[in-house]
């Protein structure tokens, strides 16, 4: 996406969508500082708020530190795609020190959440015992809830250890 269409996409989704003043045409700009005031008035936005930090996050090291906040924010108010992002940041040190404990953690908060990449993750993780012991007999069970749920590259895993 290009950098201006994010920009955009952001005001948009992070400003008021109603004004109480009738005509105003440019509502007050929110950003990224504003996530946690907007998902706290209007939590039924999450997957809009957030989803415009996680393409903030991808945008590269130049927004990281503002797009680390927001995805923690995100992460913290339980979207899940939001913890895989905040995961990898914390792997890379994407706005954030690098941290290979909380990085695991919250790929492992993503798979109890029900979500199917947290539980991929999470079974890659203890695989390879990154940021947590190494755990084979855990991390075949997550790998089979990913795979049953249809994610290819925990199929895949699987096939490599003979757990298919």
Not at 34 to 52: D, F, Q, S, Y
Not at 87 to 113: I, M
């Amino acid at each position: 996406m290009k950098r201006t269409a994010l920009a955009a996409v952001l005001c948009l989704a992070m400003s008021p969508l109603a004004s109480e003043e009738f005509g105003r045409l440019n509502p007050e700009e929110g950003g990224l500082s504003r996530l946690a005031e907007n998902l706290a008035a209007h939590p039924e936005r999450a997957g809009t708020l957030c989803w415009v930090a996680y393409e903030t996050q991808k945008g590269g090291r130049d927004l990281a530190p503002e797009a680390f906040q927001a995805m923690l924010t995100c992460a913290e108010n339980g979207n899940a795609p939001s913890m895989i992002m905040l995961s990898h940041a914390y792997e890379n040190g994407f706005g954030t020190d690098s941290d290979p404990e909380l990085s695991t953690y919250w790929v492992q908060q993503a798979a109890l959440s029900g979500y199917s990449m947290g539980a991929y993750h999470y079974g890659v993780a203890l695989l390879n015992g990154y940021g947590t012991p190494r755990d084979l007999t855990e991390a075949v069970r997550w790998l089979r809830v990913a795979a049953d749920d249809g994610i290819e590259d925990a199929v895949t895993e699987l096939e490599k250890l003979g757990k298919a």
